[in-house]
């Protein structure tokens, strides 16, 4: 069946802009999560959705960054007035909600901030 | 704090010289540790789920074992086409939001 899907696979932005990042789950997956990984470093928990649950927005590193889910399927992640360090890629994965379900990943969207 | 060191940061072997990567992790308690792949330019690729020590999963030349401390990734007589970064995170009990904590990773490289 098809996977989670990411889009753009890749974005080039001046700094300051904003961007908008879309993702797809898996049909019947209703946990999506959105992760950060950057050269070097592990990836980083941003966002978590559970159906109609209030999402668990710990992990944003600053109010610039925001996401919802609209019907409990298709998710956006905007980040706002960009910078530099927000040049990573974006990764989102979506599972199954109950405990120690895989998460299953895109294969991101490659951010760059000139 | 929830931690996963995975070792060696890089390996590389030659064709069918069997090895073992290590994922250390400290956790408040483990709902489930993950084992997944990652080639470059794409997203992690699920691989296996343990949940309890003595646990082993295995899939054609890989293996993955749990102890309370540590987890291994035992690669039999690998090829080129298993030359990736292998990743490991846990889960942990303490809160609800089922996010993974994420090793760096261990780039493996498999010579022909």
């Known amino acids: 069946g098809a996977g989670v899907s990411q889009s753009p696979s890749n974005k080039v932005t001046e700094k300051g802009k904003d961007v908008e990042l879309r993702c797809d789950p898996i049909?019947?997956?209703?946990?999506l999560y959105w992760y950060r990984q950057s050269l070097g470093q592990g990836l980083e928990f941003l966002i978590y959705?559970?159906?109609?649950?209030?999402?668990?927005k710990s992990g944003l590193p600053s109010d610039r960054f925001s996401a919802e889910r609209t019907g409990g399927s298709v998710s956006t992640l905007t980040i706002q007035r960009t910078q530099q360090e927000d040049s990573a890629v974006y990764l989102c994965?979506?599972?199954?909600?109950?405990?120690?379900?895989?998460?299953?990943f895109g294969d991101g969207t490659r951010l760059s901030i000139l | 704090e929830d931690q996963v060191t995975q070792s060696p940061e890089a390996l590389r072997l030659q064709e069918g010289e069997s090895s073992s990567l290590n994922c250390s992790y400290t956790?408040?308690?483990?709902?489930?540790l993950f084992w997944y792949r990652q080639d470059p330019g794409k997203g992690p690729e699920f691989l296996f789920t343990?949940?309890?020590?003595?646990e082993e999963k295995e899939k054609e030349r890989l293996k993955a074992t749990l102890t309370k401390k540590e987890s291994f990734l035992h690669i039999t007589a690998p090829k080129p086409e298993d030359s990736a970064t292998y990743l490991c995170?846990?889960?942990?009990?303490?809160?609800?939001?089922?996010?993974?904590?994420w090793g760096l990773g261990t780039s493996l490289a498999v010579n022909p």
């Open positions: 995170a846990v889960q942990a009990n303490a809160g609800n939001n089922r996010k993974l904590i």
């Open positions: 956790v408040s308690g483990l709902r489930g």
């Open positions: 959705f559970q159906g109609n649950s209030a999402p668990d």
């Open positions: 994965a979506s599972s199954y909600p109950w405990d120690s379900q895989p998460q299953h």
């Open positions: 049909s019947g997956h209703t946990a």
């Open positions: 343990l949940y309890s020590a003595g």
